[in-house]
């Protein structure tokens, strides 16, 4: 016997249990973003990320901006990584205005950008622990991230926004005595990040979170030009600093991290590795640095291109491959500024990797890509 | 990036000594003397495949241009990824040129799986009619997608979209990405819109 | 003689006279009291908002330990808590959002501006997609300026934020 039913009171199917769930963008475990996933019971089975809410038009106000003006405005995507982000904009801009660096600010450089590198991924393993649930590996990385701040601070007179590169080297020289201060910090802080090996990398809560999940095959990771620490984690052998050595990376020993897992797990070991190398690489700066010598050439106010021309410059920042393409008309403006960045570019795995995961498993999915929303949306 | 730079200043200057200095006029044809061997096989490449379909925008160390039209953008792309081992797109720009009424949108595609091209970058550009009252979506500013060949563009096509109003055919997801969701102005990027003050 | 005075015609006058009398007597420690416990209690909700966001995790790391100033990690749900930061620029996109979120909370609630972006639009003042202060959307108790403040400024304006608290009238208690 069936009944008919008014349509209001339709009795809903036993398998439309699809729910939907907004993720963020006020949610401990979105960041700066909402991410939009249909769950069946606890499995994700459809995830739409939805950034865009710290959209602030970098690209379109760097067009009314000069070439040094727009150095403070370029670096706020990641205030944390302000150097590196930088990078990129600094090396095209000096190709397009024809300028030559000098040899100790290209040391300069390397060693603000592999400290920022650290400070990066320090924040971010941080915010990991808290994903995690684990309160420990916030207070640690947040503590001894203060020791690299003090170094930047230092050199460059502000915290977390150097502003420090321009075009034609840096903007100061180092502060006297700065060689012995940065040896004797960086030995220190690379003994503390070993520590976290014991309490975070070989925990086996934490291998028990992230072990197996969200897999990336090296060959997915390669179609959705992933970057940075989620490429090397899936076993891709590619580092800019190797592979196309910018400023004197090429006569440093730079050693790549690369693991074949492709899981959570790998993938935060990778940026935690990269501190390990990031040490070395400022103990091997710090040695061949020319001891003196000038670190800028001065530019005349207001620099202008030559003409219509367009450069792509790449550095690897502390999430991955950065790339800045500058197009110029021979102004004192830029004509167009895009910004190539990683956690843009990372994010079109994150629909793909939560397929079929445990919703629980979402944060530490998503954290794991190395994801920056500020930076994503610029 | 030192060593090439470095030797055409070092040819032209005997050169231009005599006459008032013109430095800046001699230097584009100086360059294409001594192209980079490895970067020129690669544009050589296509130029044979496709011939006056495509023009080469430059040559330069580690960096090669390929312009084409935009029904050829497709093929030239398979091409490339299926006999130049180029496999993903590092970044998609669209660039507003008013005066040519045109939108240009720029792909820059490296390798990861090739080593020897593991510092090179191909950037392909193609270019799209511009209309002086956009309608995103509902206007001749197409372009057919490379989302098919190069899954990695998918979230920058979009960005594409919605900053130029250039739309993408065959692409499965056209909503807007970064932008409010009230959006009802111009498309941001383009040179016609122009923000507080200036 | 209170017999006489108080007749079951006026009582509910006397007991409404007697609440007024309470008031006046223990309405200031009380009201002491239950601002106290608001000052060493703040709750923020954990809504970034941009880049700031990283000094205000800076804050509350061991050097400066923000907790120790009764303003507690941003960890909850929005019902239970009692301040906004608004940790930077606010786009277009954020800004119902933002006001949403305001709305959902509880009284008293206190909003502390941190960085120039909340409080004017900052370096992105002629930007297409942000909006110059937050004011115009939320009422602001304390702004924090700087790009980005220092975790020593945010401590700061905390302070002040506690101080204004403390010489604010509490609401009606029962």
Redesign the interface.
């Known amino acids: 016997m069936t009944f008919n039913l008014p349509s209001g009171l339709a009795l809903q199917k036993v398998d439309e249990r699809i729910m939907t769930l907004n993720v963020g963008p006020q949610h401990p475990g979105s960041g700066h973003m909402r991410i939009i996933v249909q769950i069946d019971g606890d499995y994700i089975v459809a995830c739409d990320p939805d950034p865009g809410y710290v959209h602030r038009g970098e690209e379109k106000m760097a067009e009314y901006r000069n070439y040094i003006t727009n150095i403070p405005h370029l670096e706020r995507p990641v205030i944390h990584d302000s150097c590196n982000v930088l990078y990129p904009y600094v090396l095209g801009a000096e190709e397009l205005l024809g300028i030559e660096v000098p040899e100790r600010a290209k040391y300069v450089r390397v060693i603000a950008s592999e400290l920022n590198r650290c400070i990066y991924i320090m924040y971010w393993l941080a915010i990991y622990g808290i994903f995690l649930g684990h309160s420990t590996m916030f207070m640690w990385p947040a503590g001894d991230r203060e020791l690299l701040i003090d170094l930047m601070e230092k050199m460059t007179g502000a915290r977390v926004t150097h502003a420090h590169f321009v075009p034609g080297g840096v903007r100061n020289d180092l502060p006297p005595n700065f060689e012995d201060v940065c040896l004797r910090q960086v030995n220190y802080f690379e003994k503390r990040i070993k520590e976290y090996a014991a309490i975070f990398y070989d925990n086996p809560i934490l291998i028990a979170r992230t072990r197996d999940t969200g897999v990336l095959s090296r060959q997915d990771a390669i179609r959705y030009g992933t970057t940075g620490s989620v490429l090397r984690a899936s076993g891709v052998d590619y580092d800019l600093r190797v592979k196309e050595p910018y400023d004197v990376y090429d006569e440093l020993d730079v050693h790549t991290n690369v693991m074949k897992e492709g899981d959570s797990y790998a993938r935060s070991k990778i940026p935690w590795l990269d501190m390990l190398e990031s040490c070395n690489i400022i103990r091997q700066a710090l040695q061949k640095m020319p001891k003196s010598g000038s670190v800028r050439v001065k530019l005349k106010p207001n620099p202008k291109t030559k003409g219509l021309e367009s450069v792509y410059k790449r550095v690897e920042s502390g999430r991955g491959s950065l790339g800045c393409y500058i197009v110029s008309d021979g102004k004192v403006e830029p004509y167009r500024v895009k910004l190539s960045v990683p956690s843009f570019r990372n994010l079109i795995a994150l629909p793909n990797l939560l397929k079929g995961e445990k919703l629980g498993n979402m944060p530490s999915v998503y954290w794991s890509l190395n994801y920056w929303p500020v930076e994503a949306d610029r | 990036m030192s060593t090439e730079t470095e030797n055409p200043p070092a040819d032209t200057k005997p050169k231009v000594k005599s006459p008032p200095p013109k430095p800046v006029a001699k230097k584009p044809e100086a360059a294409p003397v001594e192209l980079p061997a490895f970067e020129k096989s690669i544009s050589d490449k296509i130029v044979e495949k496709f011939g006056d379909k495509i023009k080469v925008g430059f040559v330069k160390e580690d960096r090669v241009r390929i312009n084409v039209g935009k029904e050829n953008v497709h093929d030239v792309a398979e091409f490339i990824r299926d006999a130049l081992n180029y496999d993903h797109v590092e970044s998609v720009s669209g660039v507003d040129y008013p005066q040519d009424n045109e939108i240009e949108v720029v792909y820059h595609i490296g390798s990861y799986s090739e080593s020897s091209l593991a510092r090179q970058i191909l950037v392909l550009a193609t270019r799209a009619p511009r209309e002086t009252n956009p309608i995103p979506g509902n206007d001749a500013t197409r372009l057919p997608t490379l989302r098919d060949i190069f899954y990695s563009v998918e979230f920058h096509e979009r960005e594409v979209f919605e900053m130029f109003g250039v739309f993408f055919e065959g692409h499965p997801d056209n909503r807007r990405l970064l932008l409010p969701e009230d959006w009802a102005d111009l498309p941001p990027l383009r040179k016609d819109f122009a923000i507080k003050g200036r | 003689m209170i017999k006489d005075l108080v007749t079951p015609e006026n009582a509910n006058v006397f007991v409404g006279k007697l609440g007024d009398i309470l008031e006046k007597a223990i309405g200031k420690p009380l009201g002491y009291a239950i601002n106290w416990g608001r000052i060493w209690s703040l709750w923020p ?7 700031c ?3 205000f ?2 804050a ?4 400066y330990d923000v907790e120790r100033f009764g303003i507690i990690e ?2 909850g749900s ?1 019902r239970q808590c009692d301040l906004v930061v608004v940790q930077g ?1 606010i ?4 800004a119902p ?1 933002l006001r949403l ?1 305001y709305d959902q909370m509880p009284e008293p609630k206190y909003v502390i501006a941190m960085g120039a972006c909340a409080i004017t639009g900052g ?8 909006l110059p202060g937050i004011d115009g959307i939320i009422p602001v108790d304390v702004y924090v300026p700087g ?2 403040p ?1 975790p020593e400024t945010l401590i700061q304006g905390c302070m002040l934020l506690q101080e204004k608290i403390k010489r604010m009238k509490s609401r009606k208690f029962v």
Do not use: Q, W
């Open positions: 909700v954990h809504i970034e908002t941009a880049c966001s990283v000094e995790g800076a509350s790391s061991p050097r941003a960890f929005l620029t786009t277009r996109k954020m959002r979120v370096l992105y003042f002629d930007s297409y997609n942000v790009c980005p220092r």
